[in-house]
């Protein structure tokens, strides 16, 4: 009998509470999946690449773990304590039908342990799924394709999981059980309204709020203006600012809420009761709508800013070359021969030479390179940030590096790219990927559409053809911000013959046939290393940009996924406690011949100005915090796709008011059951 209440009572709670449930689940899964990272192939591959700042993510892990068990603990608190004070008049039944305290106590935790279990059990496979889900989608995020990919499943995430949800879920429940087992049968069985909070003058809320506008005003500049970045004090001032004025707005909330109250007095139906309703929720609960509004901005920066930034990491640059050895001109010979000696020459259906170097026939580096005509014809374009940013970049270009023709054009036929045709007095622009942006590349191919005229070593020559921007080795130790590809005849004059050889080698098809890309590279890595060649692979590059990615998408959207429980968990807990402690209210109503439907429209309102006044905060403060994430953290390369970043994050802020939204749903649902339960009279104990 005491089982079979136990799991009747468990099963009514996960129906009644499905938000609450639906938070425990979506917390399980987020714990597995960041518990999980490091037996991840997309992990196993990276700390192969970056070992050191894989482990540095990875040292991370616990104290994630452990910062969010502590801030889940209040959540589960208090979603609780409000499933227990609904159920206070049921367990006042139980002690006058002769239930002793002990047992009653007992039945609680039973009751949340069997609840605990089954939230496991439903959470855990499907964590470990989306854990899999989530492994291949960062790994196709960075073009690394299809990649051997194994199961794995993480015991040791499985445990801690396990161990981490349990601990505070009993200690909550413990706390608040013995609080319920030890009150009076009188206390459990008469419901106690909420006390009101004495109301201060109109003047100081007015004030409050104005001052509120002012410091979020004060953070949003700071902030937009990146100078929050520039100096330790500058971010205080800005997160204070932020904070401060947050609180501040939404103390000063009650008195917009106030004038809506009072102009409600001539609206139809229950318009009234609802904005007198939403004022005493602001004026009881401003402080925690404040809170709440500023984990849904942490949660929409991180998510946000997160996705934007591994999206632009994953998708820079195209896949050209598999290898890069380097040296000078002797070790290019030698890189051949030794293949040759190995027997590993068919292991690479191309190798060319890629040359660069400097100008050495003029010892005036000052002036090696000039080019008057383009910095006069840029001058005349539009003003634009670009136009700045090419105009800073290209004055200091007066000692380029310079790029023989033929090893670039076979490196364009690795592209698929069109080659290059210049004659003897005509040089191409390099620019290397990470430092132009299509913005300013569309105003330097107008200029060189133009064919204009440079000196080079006092020299005549004309810049013919566009901007090339493929790179010229596989890894990230030569980045260009500017340099010239010259004719062969001419490279070797300028250079005097001195310059540095890279060989690009590009995989033979049959290596890479019915294998994958990683699997491909790291059995010719293994082979490679036998021969002593100091080599780089697109497994280097490709792992410098998997870590961003990772750090970015996993640990970010984690902590926004947590935010965003937190958030939404406490507003709607909030709200239905502040419904059921003014239940007496919502009786009076049903006496004097409110229906049902009337009740429900009230509540729906309520809920929406009570979850739409954080949101709605929260969403124009992310738009200033996203931006400000990206002036400080993402590289001067991806500032240029500055656009492109802000669209990304803000559609995934968006995806986020979805989110929002169903939790207004469920939150409506548990609303409505209780309006329910109030229209069927009660007999008085």
């Not at 938000?19 to 979506?26: D, E, I, R």
């Not at 073009?143 to 981490?164: E, M, N, P």
Request: one cysteine or more; hydrophobic letters at 45%.
């Amino acid at each position: 009998m005491f089982f079979e209440l136990v799991s009747r009572n468990s099963k009514r709670s996960r129906k009644e509470n499905g938000l609450f449930f639906a938070s425990l689940l979506v917390t399980i899964i987020a714990f597995y999946i960041i518990l999980s990272l490091s037996e991840q192939d997309v992990m196993i591959f990276l700390a192969q690449m970056e070992s050191d700042a894989v482990d540095r993510l990875l040292l991370m892990i616990p104290l994630l773990y452990g910062a969010t068990l502590f801030i889940l603990f209040f959540l589960i608190y208090f979603a609780s304590k409000y499933q227990l004070e609904r159920r206070k008049h049921e367990f006042g039944v139980y002690l006058m039908m002769g239930m002793s305290r002990s047992k009653l106590f007992f039945l609680l935790l039973a009751e949340d342990l069997y609840s605990s279990i089954f939230a496991l059990c439903t959470g855990l496979p499907v964590a470990v799924l989306i854990s899999e889900m989530t492994s291949l989608v960062t790994a196709k995020l960075v073009g690394l394709g299809i990649i051997g990919h194994h199961f794995s499943f993480s015991l040791h995430a499985v445990l801690w999981t396990i161990v981490g949800f349990l601990v505070i879920k009993c200690l909550a429940f413990l706390i608040l059980s013995g609080r319920i087992a030890r009150q009076e049968i009188g206390d459990l069985l008469v419901e106690m309204p909420e006390e009101m909070k004495k109301s201060l003058p109109k003047g100081l809320y007015v004030m409050t709020l104005i001052l509120g506008l002012i410091c979020l005003i004060v953070a949003y500049g700071l902030a937009i203006r990146g100078l929050a970045w520039r100096k330790i004090s500058w971010m205080g001032i800005t997160l204070v600012s932020g904070l401060l004025g947050t609180i501040l707005f939404f103390y000063g909330l009650r008195v917009v809420m106030g004038i809506l109250a009072e102009r409600s007095s001539s609206g139809k139906g229950l318009r009234i009761f609802t904005f007198r309703q939403l004022q005493e929720n602001v004026i009881r609960r401003s402080t925690t709508l404040a809170v709440s509004s500023l984990l849904i901005l942490a949660a929409l920066c991180c998510f946000g800013s997160g996705v934007a930034i591994a999206r632009i990491n994953g998708t820079r640059e195209a896949h050209v070359l598999d290898y890069t050895f380097s040296g000078d001109s002797k070790n290019a010979k030698a890189v051949r021969s030794t293949l040759s000696v190995y027997h590993m020459e068919n292991l690479f259906s191309k190798l060319f030479d890629m040359k660069i170097g400097y100008i050495r026939t003029i010892e005036d580096y000052d002036h090696a390179f000039q080019m008057e005509e383009v910095m006069n014809w840029l001058e005349d374009q539009p003003e634009s940030d670009e136009k700045d940013v090419l105009l800073n970049n290209l004055s200091d270009a007066t000692y380029p590096h310079v790029i023989a023709l033929s090893g670039y054009n076979q490196l364009l036929e690795a592209a698929g790219k069109e080659t290059l045709n210049l004659s003897e007095k005509e040089a191409s622009v390099y620019i290397d990927p990470d430092y132009i942006s299509p913005e300013i590349s569309g105003i330097l191919n107008g200029i060189l559409d133009k064919s204009p005229e440079v000196q080079i070593a006092e020299e005549d020559y004309h810049l013919k053809g566009h901007v090339q921007t493929v790179s010229l080795v596989t890894d990230r130790s030569i980045t260009l911000s500017f340099a010239l590809i010259l004719p062969d005849d001419v490279f070797e004059e300028l250079t005097q013959g001195d310059y540095e050889i890279y060989v690009d080698g590009i995989l033979n098809q049959n290596e890479t046939s019915g294998k994958s890309l990683l699997t491909a590279i790291s059995d010719t890595n293994h082979k490679l290393d036998e021969t002593g060649l100091s080599y780089e692979s697109y497994l280097q590059n490709i792992g410098r940009q998997l870590f961003y990615t990772v750090a970015a998408s996993y640990i970010t959207i984690y902590l926004a996924i947590i935010f965003l429980i937190i958030a939404n968990t406490v507003i709607g807990v909030q709200f239905l406690i502040g419904q059921q402690k003014t239940g007496r209210r919502y009786k009076t109503l049903i006496r004097l011949g409110a229906t049902y439907e009337d009740l429900c429209q009230s509540a729906k309102r309520q809920i929406q100005w009570f979850f739409g006044i954080p949101t709605v905060v929260a969403l124009i403060s992310s738009f200033f915090g996203v931006r400000s994430l990206f002036t400080g953290i993402v590289s001067s390369s991806a500032k240029e796709n500055m656009n492109t970043l802000m669209l990304v994050s803000m559609s995934m802020i968006l995806l986020l008011g979805v989110i929002e939204y169903i939790y207004i749903i469920a939150v409506k649902t548990s609303s409505n059951r209780y309006l329910l339960s109030l229209m069927v009279p009660e007999r008085e104990e």
